[in-house]
């Protein structure tokens, strides 16, 4: 789980497959903020259809987590 993680920023991934996106999900950040985000084919992340403003503590916690998710570790 995430609190047994140390952290309360959830990613999901998706498993529906967006046009000119290399994968996709969504992010709930520790600080209630929520967004999609998108990672296209040169592995740029992109944030979109945020809600709320996540903060630089949420950023860092979120491309952290994603990054555990796709190395398997999550």
């Known amino acids: 789980t995430p609190e047994a993680?140390?952290?309360?920023?959830?990613?999901?991934?998706?498993s529906v497959a967006?046009?000119?996106a290399a994968l996709?999900?969504?992010?709930r950040f520790a600080s209630g903020a929520t967004a999609d985000?998108?990672?296209d084919a040169y592995g740029r992340?992109?944030?979109?259809?945020a809600k709320g403003q996540p903060t630089p503590a949420d950023l860092r916690e979120f491309q952290e987590e994603l990054q555990r998710k796709l190395s398997g570790g999550g």
């Open 5 to 14: 993680l140390g952290t309360s920023t959830v990613v999901e991934l998706s």
């Open 45 to 49: 992340l992109g944030l979109e259809n």
């Open 24 to 27: 996709s999900g969504s992010v």
């Open 37 to 39: 985000w998108v990672l």
């Open 18 to 20: 967006r046009p000119g």
